[in-house]
């Protein structure tokens, strides 16, 4: 395919670019900023587009199709700033790494029944559809410069003020930068940053 001027293999174990890569790729722009990190990067579409603008990219992912596919994705648009590694969410990355932005589309469906093929991981958000969302905020305070934004793609499946509610609570400052309905559910991308840092 070649939506946003990329080409894009793709893998029947990884993620394709969809609706919802498209919003936080519309909603982020990303200048002025020095180092990204990615998590969940799954075909490399939005590390792709974030590494012609940015120096160094960090993406990271928990299915290493997903890794392999944007190495091989990054080669064929000849973007050799891009660095793969695995993750769990933030598990991998060293306490005390900053970075200037920070992006995820998480996987956010309500599943009650565990992910049983590794693709299934790209939509299982555990019973109410919140559990990687919770675990990106936890950390994000830990890994954001104090300059840095991050932009999280939330689904009205979760409530939204789950998640402001948290910012709120935590000294953080959030504007919903992009919203797109689609039929059976409303996606949101969410500008975040530290309270302190009136960017926004
Ligand atoms: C909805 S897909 C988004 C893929 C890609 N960023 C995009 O927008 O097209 C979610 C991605 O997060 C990955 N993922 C799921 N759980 C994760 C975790 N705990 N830590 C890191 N990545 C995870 C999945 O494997 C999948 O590639």
Do not use: W
């Not at 769990?88 to 469906?109: A, E, H, M």
Request: aromatic share 14%; net charge negative.
């Amino acid at each position: 395919m070649e939506r946003f001027d990329f080409k894009i293999a793709q893998d029947e174990n990884v993620y394709p670019p969809s609706e919802d890569s498209y919003l936080l790729i519309e909603a982020i722009n990303p200048i002025n900023f020095g180092k990204a990190l990615e998590i969940g990067v799954g075909s490399g579409i939005i590390s792709l587009h974030l590494a012609r603008k940015i120096d160094t990219v960090f993406a990271c992912d928990i299915n290493p199709y997903s890794l392999f596919l944007s190495k091989q994705n990054a080669f064929a648009n000849s973007l050799s700033n891009i660095y793969l590694f695995y993750s769990n969410i933030f598990s991998s990355i060293k306490v005390g790494t900053l970075f200037d932005l920070i992006v995820f589309n998480p996987p956010y469906l309500p599943v009650e029944s565990p992910p049983r093929k590794i693709i299934d991981l790209s939509y299982h958000g555990g019973v109410d559809g919140g559990d990687h969302i919770r675990a990106f905020l936890d950390g994000l305070g830990s890994f954001l410069s104090n300059n840095g934004t991050a932009y999280l793609l939330q689904s009205s499946l979760y409530p939204l003020e789950n998640t402001t509610n948290y910012l709120e609570k935590n000294n953080f400052r959030y504007k919903i930068k992009k919203t797109l309905k689609l039929d059976f559910e409303i996606l949101y991308v969410l500008e975040i940053s530290f309270f302190k840092n009136n960017k926004f």
